[in-house]
T-cell receptor, first 116, second 113 residues
Framework: AQTVTQSQPEMSVQEAETVTLSCTYDTSESDYYLFWYKQPPSRQMILVIRQEAYKQQNATENRFSVNFQKAAKSFSLKISDSQLGDAAMYFCAYRSLETSGSRLTFGEGTQLTVNP | EPEVTQTPSHQVTQMGQEVILRCVPI?????FYWYRQILGQKVEFLVSFYNNEISEKSEIFDDQFSVERPDGSNFTLKIRSTKLEDSAMYFC???????????FGDGTRLSIL
């Protein structure tokens, strides 16, 4: 079974600065997706960014980018020019493409605080 | 942009009662999911549904739980004989194609008293 680990329960960043959230995962598969979801206090689940494992190029969405290291099974999220609205819980998630199921497996989450 | 809609947003129920949580997935999506998040914990997979049957379920999804797609638009999660530990946020998600991300609803907060 796949597992996802987020080793930073809490992180903080100054407004306009850059922060990196860590995520590692364990799998024996070679084909899968990785995602970062944002959960603000309203508890909605908002997709931030996704990465296909077969792509070597790191995904980027505006101020959000990832550092995907397949061999190391690492998938970190970098938030540039942090804004107050970025404050939320961030979850890393894994989805297999090799098994019949398409469930998401989530990490424990990192609570991000943005200081003005 | 199409959305996944969940009702109610908050459900309060006495222990031992049955609850039905409702979801309207995005209309052309084929894969449906329920996830649970106990307060302060991570999101956990409960069940996936495809082609009018359960395609995968977790160890959490025991006989107390059932899912149904009673018509062409709704997807429901029924919890029988609710327990205090069923209190959680329940998220519905849907997916159109396997190479796309799942779209989540806003969740139903279930409180068991």
């Amino acid at each position: 079974a796949q597992t996802v680990t987020q080793s930073q329960p809490e992180m903080s960043v100054q407004e306009a600065e850059t922060v990196t959230l860590s995520c590692t995962y364990d799998t024996s598969e070679s084909d899968y997706y990785l995602f970062w979801y944002k959960q603000p206090p309203s508890r909605q689940m908002i997709l931030v960014i996704r990465q296909e494992a077969y792509k070597q190029q790191n995904a980027t969405e505006n101020r959000f980018s990832v550092n995907f290291q397949k061999a190391a099974k690492s998938f970190s999220l970098k938030i540039s020019d942090s804004q107050l609205g970025d404050a939320a819980m961030y979850f890393c998630a894994y989805r297999s493409l090799e098994t019949s199921g398409s469930r998401l497996t989530f990490g424990e989450g990192t609570q991000l605080t943005v200081n003005p | 942009e199409p959305e996944v809609t969940q009702t109610p947003s908050h459900q309060v129920t006495q222990m031992g009662q049955e609850v039905i949580l409702r979801c309207v997935p995005i209309s052309n999506h084929l894969y449906f999911y329920w996830y649970r998040q106990i307060l302060g914990q991570k999101v956990e997979f409960l069940v996936s549904f495809y082609n009018n049957e359960i395609s995968e379920k977790s160890e959490i999804f025991d006989d107390q739980f059932s899912v149904e797609r009673p018509d062409g638009s709704n997807f429901t999660l029924k919890i029988r004989s609710t327990k205090l530990e069923d209190s959680a946020m329940y998220f519905c998600a849907s997916l159109g194609q396997l190479n796309q991300p799942q779209h989540f609803g806003d969740g139903t907060r279930l409180s068991i008293l």
